[in-house]
């Protein structure tokens, strides 16, 4: 007894300030593992502390998921008519609880709207493909989310190419959208892709390039990667970009499908190591002559 009224304290005046949430995070903090509830198999441990320290920590549970009432049995709230009407759109996705995944729409509806019209949310919303990315593919667990700017944000600049890559790196989902398996990989090859593992903070990612809600696919007429719509993706960090600028390739080709830069980066691989044991042979050989020339020179008799 004693145990659960100190777990009741600390949530409550340490961790979270809605007092419904705490009710809530009462049991949810202690509890541990999946379990089968009403509307499936769900987590049902939240961690407190990084409930609060999240960017959704002045919220009330309730405030998302709005299937439930501020105790396990208590009646549920009205669902506000936008989110219950998304509900139905995204259950293919949120089949535990679609109704708290459609609530993002309450308070980012801009962002909403440029997913939904995106290739993305048209994967997810008219073709029900459950395979599709919504908010916390990308986001995370809406209970941790912290700002962009925090480095263990899943969007962070980065962690933006790993994120894009849990998706656009796996083979069977290239295989299902006739997509390359390999565009990490290409990226990763090319000029931008180098500074970026290199460390440089300020090299454009996925992100900077095809946007974020609003991504189309890349051969669309509104498409920010092809035509006029590279030479002003490229113009936002190189002032004056022409379309020649832009002709060049973003994502490097790798392997023999792109026999120029792949053989000319094995040649220029082959001249260093070579020039490096040139260099090694050569300095063992000197040392060797001059030792010889010491032994040589000490049976004669010289200095």
Same mark, same amino acid.
Not at 115 to 131: I, M, P
């Given at each position: 007894?004693?145990?659960?009224? =100190?777990? =009741?304290?600390?949530?409550?005046?340490?961790?979270?300030?809605?007092?419904?949430?705490?009710?809530? +995070?009462?049991?949810?903090?202690?509890?541990?593992?999946? @379990?089968?509830?009403?509307?499936?198999? $769900?987590?049902?441990?939240?961690?407190?502390?990084?409930? $609060?320290? &999240?960017?959704?920590?002045?919220?009330?549970?309730?405030?998302?998921?709005?299937?439930?009432?501020?105790?396990?049995?208590?009646?549920?709230?009205?669902?506000?008519?936008? !989110?219950?009407? +998304?509900?139905?759109?995204?259950?293919?996705?949120?089949?535990?609880?679609?109704?708290?995944?459609?609530?993002? $729409?309450?308070?980012?509806?801009?962002?909403?709207?440029?997913?939904?019209?995106? !290739?993305?949310?048209?994967?997810?919303?008219?073709?029900?493909?459950?395979?599709?990315? +919504?908010?916390?593919?990308?986001?995370?667990?809406?209970?941790?989310?912290?700002?962009?700017?925090?480095?263990?944000?899943?969007?962070?600049?980065?962690? !933006?190419?790993?994120? %894009?890559?849990? %998706?656009?790196?796996?083979?069977?989902?290239?295989?299902?959208?006739?997509?390359?398996?390999?565009?990490?990989? @290409?990226?990763?090859? &090319?000029?931008?892709?180098?500074?970026?593992?290199?460390?440089?903070?300020?090299?454009?990612?996925?992100?900077? %390039?095809?946007?974020?809600?609003?991504?189309?696919?890349?051969?669309?007429?509104?498409?920010?990667?092809?035509?006029?719509?590279?030479?002003?993706?490229?113009?936002?960090?190189?002032?004056?970009?022409?379309?020649?600028?832009?002709?060049?390739?973003?994502?490097?080709? !790798?392997?023999?499908?792109?026999?120029?830069?792949?053989? &000319?980066?094995?040649?220029?691989?082959?001249?260093?190591?070579?020039?490096?044991?040139?260099?090694?042979?050569?300095?063992?050989?000197?040392?060797?002559?001059? $030792?010889?020339?010491?032994?040589?020179?000490?049976?004669?008799?010289?200095?």
């Amino acid at each position: 007894m004693v145990r659960y009224v =100190l777990l =009741l304290l600390t949530v409550a005046f340490l961790y979270v300030p809605v007092a419904e949430s705490s009710e809530c +995070l009462l049991c949810h903090s202690a509890m541990q593992g999946k @379990m089968e509830g009403r509307k499936g198999v $769900v987590e049902v441990h939240v961690d407190a502390k990084r409930v $609060v320290d &999240s960017v959704h920590g002045v919220l009330g549970c309730t405030d998302c998921h709005f299937s439930y009432g501020s105790g396990p049995h208590s009646a549920a709230a009205a669902v506000p008519v936008e !989110v219950a009407k +998304l509900a139905k759109k995204v259950a293919v996705k949120g089949t535990s609880d679609p109704v708290a995944l459609s609530a993002c $729409v309450q308070c980012h509806p801009a962002e909403y709207e440029a997913l939904t019209g995106s !290739v993305h949310g048209e994967n997810v919303l008219r073709k029900k493909q459950a395979d599709g990315p +919504l908010c916390l593919d990308c986001h995370g667990s809406p209970h941790y989310i912290v700002p962009e700017t925090d480095a263990e944000s899943e969007v962070n600049h980065a962690n !933006v190419v790993h994120t %894009c890559g849990k %998706c656009h790196g796996d083979e069977r989902l290239a295989e299902k959208y006739g997509l390359d398996g390999h565009v990490v990989e @290409m990226y990763e090859s &090319s000029f931008h892709g180098k500074k970026f593992l290199l460390g440089h903070t300020k090299v454009p990612v996925c992100s900077d %390039c095809h946007g974020a809600h609003g991504i189309t696919r890349w051969d669309a007429p509104d498409s920010t990667v092809i035509g006029e719509g590279k030479v002003k993706t490229c113009g936002k960090c190189h002032t004056g970009a022409t379309p020649k600028f832009a002709a060049a390739p973003a994502h490097a080709h !790798v392997g023999k499908d792109n026999p120029i830069p792949y053989y &000319s980066a094995k040649g220029l691989t082959a001249l260093v190591i070579g020039t490096f044991l040139f260099i090694f042979m050569h300095v063992l050989l000197d040392m060797y002559a001059e $030792v010889r020339d010491r032994l040589s020179r000490k049976k004669k008799g010289g200095h």
